[in-house]
């Protein structure tokens, strides 16, 4: 199966695997046919990507660091926290927390999958889903550095809510394509100082996890805001979350841009190493991140179009695919499995966009037949 976002979803695809909805109702069921109508009712139920039968992809399983179900559910309890708070000036958490540690044993439950991106680029509401992203790649950081339970719940607590002052930031500028004057770069700053002053009113938040709605803007080099604070002045959480915070922007799809594929966002990343970013922390980062994610299409140097079947930590740049087009187009059927790290000759050369893919006509045929098709 593959996951396929809603954006080029068409009809046609069948459906691998039920998709509930937060409330853990059956909204799609396994084996279905989509219809124009069932693609608009799942954008209109927030559901950002689904699992589609492909013959080309029946061996390949997107490991997944956090269940479907559990992200829904934070993005969903992360909104009604937010909106409870525009509403009556009261950050409830109750109901985040029990999210948050839900999301925190998955993780640890699941702390040898690597970040596969592409579970990571779901929803369209940018701020929530963005804010989980961050929290997820914080506490896979998190553990490497060997952080108990109740900090990991600590540090995603903070990563969920660091940007929550934005809610007082005007839509038009944080919608702005193009530079912003200096009034409104200033009031753009400011909800790091909101976010810090809403946090640590809460008394069942630490502090620490306030200081990173405080500080996820300071850069280690001393060039960021609010303080300017220089390298260990900046907490750990902190830097581990303008990490995670950093990255996620760069993969996400933005009114003024496309997102950067993996291995885009993965070389800027390791150019922030001392200027914006901690190098110990960002290497851990680098070092769990997938730059070419399961389920990546890629062309070869020899010209074949391959799918990413596995990746290896510290071995990203040489992961294992599997071939499903020879030089020539045509389907190799079952095709071998290849180990880039043992083929040292065979290069990745291309990186198929989402969208191109339905250019490859074979692959765009297996797509929308169920079973068998894939060989037209
Ligand atoms: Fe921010």
Do not use: C, W
Not at 222 to 228: D, E, Q, S, V
Not at 256 to 277: N, Q, S, V
């Amino acid at each position: 199966m593959q996951r396929v976002s809603l954006a080029v979803l068409q009809s046609g695809m069948t459906v691998a695997g039920n998709v509930r909805g937060a409330d853990g109702r059956l909204l799609v069921r396994n084996g279905m046919v989509l219809t124009d109508a069932s693609i608009k009712k799942l954008a209109s139920l927030g559901i950002g990507s689904v699992y589609i039968r492909n013959p080309l992809f029946e061996a390949i399983d997107v490991p997944e660091l956090v269940r479907e179900d559990t992200r829904v559910k934070l993005i969903r309890a992360l909104q009604t926290a937010f909106a409870g708070y525009q509403k009556s000036g009261d950050l409830d958490t109750a109901a985040l927390r029990g999210e948050v540690k839900t999301m925190v044993a998955e993780i640890v439950g699941n702390r040898e999958s690597m970040i596969h991106t592409f579970d990571l680029r779901t929803y369209q509401d940018y701020v929530y889903a963005h804010s989980v992203n961050v929290a997820i790649i914080s506490v896979l950081i998190a553990l490497s550095l060997d952080y108990n339970e109740a900090r990991l719940i600590d540090l995603a607590l903070g990563a969920l809510l660091h940007d929550i002052g934005m809610l007082a930031v005007p839509k038009d500028i944080i919608l702005k394509v193009g530079n912003l004057t200096p009034a409104e770069s200033e009031a753009m700053q400011r909800h790091v100082n909101d976010g810090f002053e809403i946090i640590r009113k809460r008394r069942e938040i630490s502090t620490l996890a306030a200081h990173v709605a405080f500080q996820h803007h300071e850069r280690i080099d001393g060039t960021g805001y609010p303080r300017r604070l220089k390298g260990d002045n900046i907490h750990e959480y902190a830097r581990i979350v303008a990490v995670a915070d950093i990255f996620d922007a760069l993969i996400a799809d933005r009114p003024y841009r496309k997102g950067m594929l993996p291995h885009e966002a993965y070389e800027i990343m390791m150019t922030l190493a001392d200027k914006y970013l901690d190098k110990a922390i960002l290497d851990i980062f680098l070092a769990n991140v997938a730059i070419y994610p399961v389920g990546t299409v890629v062309r070869l140097s020899g010209g074949e179009t391959a799918v990413v079947a596995s990746v290896r930590p510290r071995l990203q740049a040489r992961p294992v695919v599997k071939i499903l087009l020879d030089a020539a187009g045509a389907v190799v059927e079952n095709g071998p499995d290849l180990d880039l790290a043992e083929h040292l000759t065979v290069f990745v050369t291309k990186v198929y966009k989402e969208h191109e893919l339905f250019e490859l006509r074979a692959f765009a045929a297996g797509l929308r037949n169920d079973g068998g098709g894939a060989t037209q």
